[in-house]
């Protein structure tokens, strides 16, 4: 069983940074790919970002790509979302979602491959 603990979530406005963390228990956290989604009140949960198992492969949803930056350090299992020029339409509930892979570099844009899913952290951002 693996958990996720997600923070630095809060509020922030409209042009400002927030740095999220995930940190996950196991120790083959080499072997998760990690994926950030959000959910919106009203909304379906969408993709954010994910990150292959050893780093190197990114995928970014066309709607934070070039503001949002998604990282791992593996020594310390966990995985960061870097976001910069926050907009009001970026606020939701932000979830870091996992699941074990054997190959290192793959990464899943949907939510269905993922098993394991943290509570989420609320990031609001005001006008």
């Known amino acids: 069983q693996v958990q996720l603990v997600e923070s630095g979530g809060g509020l922030v406005q409209a042009g400002g940074s927030l740095r999220l963390s995930c940190a996950a228990s196991?120790?083959?956290?080499?072997?998760?790919?990690m994926g950030w989604f959000r959910q919106a009140p009203g909304k379906e949960r969408e993709f954010v970002a994910t990150?292959?198992?050893?780093?190197?492969?990114?995928y970014y949803a066309d709607s934070v790509k070039d503001r949002f930056t998604i990282s791992r350090d593996n020594a310390k299992n966990t995985v960061y979302l870097q976001m910069n020029s926050l907009k009001p339409e970026d606020t939701a509930v932000y979830y870091c979602?996992?699941?074990?892979?054997?190959?290192?570099?793959?990464?899943?844009?949907?939510?269905?491959?993922?098993?394991?899913w943290g509570q989420g952290t609320q990031v609001t951002v005001s006008s």
């Open positions: 979602a996992a699941t074990i892979t054997q190959y290192s570099d793959r990464y899943y844009n949907t939510a269905a491959p993922y098993k394991y």
């Open positions: 990150i292959t198992a050893n780093g190197r492969g990114i």
């Open positions: 196991g120790r083959t956290f080499s072997t998760y790919v």
